[in-house]
């Protein structure tokens, strides 16, 4: 069965300290996964896309790895700002006989505090 | 400005009482689809439409319908409401399918009594 697994499912850090959330997937066939940010109440923003052949990708002071073989992503965000307080979706993307399925994660809830 | 507009933002009906959820894109996206977001379950997909008439099922598909007569508009139709539709719904486009990025509304609270 395709899931996606994130953790933890709450995270309280202070502003300015790092903080990694992770991301396992058994979903098949891969095609890509995604990570959205979703400020409460609002639709969620894509923040990063990576397909198989992509290891690492970064926007700003978010950075999303992938690993193929363990099945597993993390997001790494730097240097966090109160703005940072949020959920962060991990979604997968399938290959199947329609085109393609999205399977969602539950999502990490980061609260930044001062 | 490139968006995804949904209508109405906020509703609160009864259980059997026909309701359509618009939305609306302008950034000439092939692909829409609907996703309901509940506490606790994460977003789940309704339905999606890779095309203009090109529609199919979601995870979650029970007691909605959607029709896709035009390339920028993909509404979400509930027939007859239940208590158990009340949720958080939003629509989203990307490009196509696949690996390109997907914009989403700002979301519908729908409360069904």
């Known amino acids: 069965k395709n899931q996606v697994e994130q953790s933890p499912q709450s995270l309280i850090i202070l502003e300015g300290k790092n903080c990694t959330l992770q991301?396992?997937?058994?979903?098949?066939?891969?095609?890509?996964l995604r990570w959205y940010k979703q400020d409460t109440g609002r639709g969620p923003v894509s923040l990063t896309i990576?397909?198989?052949?992509?290891n690492t990708k970064s926007n700003g002071r978010y950075t999303a790895t992938l690993d193929a073989d363990t099945k597993q992503s993390s997001l790494h965000i730097t240097a966090s700002q109160l703005s940072d307080s949020a959920s962060y979706i991990c979604?997968?993307?399938?290959?199947?006989?329609?085109?393609?399925?999205?399977?969602f994660g539950k999502g990490t809830t980061l609260s930044v505090s001062s | 400005e490139a968006q995804v507009t949904q209508n109405p933002r906020y509703l609160i009906t009864v259980t059997g009482k026909k309701l359509t959820v618009t939305c609306s894109q302008n950034?000439?996206?092939?692909?829409m689809s609907w996703y309901r977001q509940d506490p606790g379950l994460g977003l789940r997909q309704i339905y999606y439409?890779?095309?203009?008439?090109?529609?199919d099922k979601g995870d979650v598909p029970e007691g909605y319908k959607v029709s896709r007569k035009e390339k920028r508009n993909f509404p979400l139709i509930l027939e007859s409401p239940s208590p158990n539709q009340t949720s958080l719904y939003f629509c989203?486009?990307?490009?196509?399918?696949?690996?390109?990025?997907?914009?989403f509304g700002p979301g519908t609270r729908l409360t069904v009594t």
């Open positions: 991301c396992n997937y058994t979903v098949s066939p891969f095609s890509n």
């Open positions: 439409s890779m095309n203009v008439e090109v529609t």
């Open positions: 989203a486009s990307s490009l196509f399918a696949g690996a390109y990025e997907q914009y």
């Open positions: 979604v997968v993307s399938a290959r199947n006989q329609a085109g393609t399925a999205l399977i």
């Open positions: 950034m000439n996206h092939e692909y």
């Open positions: 990576m397909t198989f052949s992509e």
